[in-house]
């Protein structure tokens, strides 16, 4: 039986935020947040194409965690583009100063994991969504604490970007001026883990950094 895998069109990597409740044994199933969407609305789009796009999200993930299973869940399925959203599980071990929080290696464990990403898949173009959180829930219990750090880790995230020629898709802006339409909790009601709308609203960022860059879909 043969183990050869098709490359991926697509493959969406993350935390929570892009698991989005997926089904694991039913590949095609996207979850219920921004990847779907995205997915939904490419493949329409470009149904002649029938694009192989898969979400392997993992609820509570960090960087490091990505790390640890990138041989089976990215290097392996040969994804033609790889979109990652991570940093808000790291940031809420520093937050809780959690023993798994003791040392902050987002910067090194993120760089780390692009660099033999292009190392094995130096064809692969590399989309990193910035990590957000909102001021409701548990963050607005210590608003300034998390927004220092969830701001470090999107400059973070923007400096690896253009380090490793990846598309950046800004979100935070996108969410503060959104929080000018409705309140936080509309978009995200714990702060960290978007509603249909915050859903949205990813999709559509996502959608017009990539889509109108080198790694558009057509």
Not at 53 to 59: D, F, W
Not at 133 to 153: E, M, R, S, T
Request: with cysteine; net charge neutral.
């Amino acid at each position: 039986m043969s183990t050869e895998q098709t490359p991926l069109d697509l493959l969406f990597q993350g935390d929570s935020i892009t698991d989005a409740n997926r089904v694991r044994e039913d590949l095609v199933n996207l979850g219920r947040g921004y990847p779907n969407l995205i997915g939904s609305k490419l493949s329409y789009e470009l149904a002649e194409q029938k694009l192989q796009i898969q979400n392997r999200g993992i609820s509570g993930n960090r960087v490091s965690d990505l790390y640890a299973r990138w041989n089976e869940d990215a290097i392996y399925l040969q994804p033609k583009r790889l979109s990652i959203l991570i940093g808000v599980n790291d940031a809420w071990r520093i937050m809780d100063k959690l023993p798994t929080g003791a040392a902050d290696r987002f910067e090194s464990s993120y760089r780390h994991l692009l660099a033999i990403t292009k190392e094995y898949l130096p064809q692969s173009g590399l989309i990193l969504c910035e990590p957000f959180v909102l001021n409701v829930g548990v963050p607005a219990n210590n608003w300034d604490g998390w927004k220092a750090q969830v701001g470090k880790y999107q400059e973070v995230t923007r400096g690896l970007a253009k380090e490793y020629g990846a598309v950046f898709v800004p979100l935070q802006q996108r969410f503060d001026e959104a929080c000018t339409r409705a309140e936080a909790a509309f978009w995200a009601r714990d702060g960290v883990h978007p509603t249909a709308a915050g859903h949205q609203l990813i999709a559509n960022a996502w959608l017009d950094a990539v889509q109108n860059s080198p790694l558009a879909i057509k």
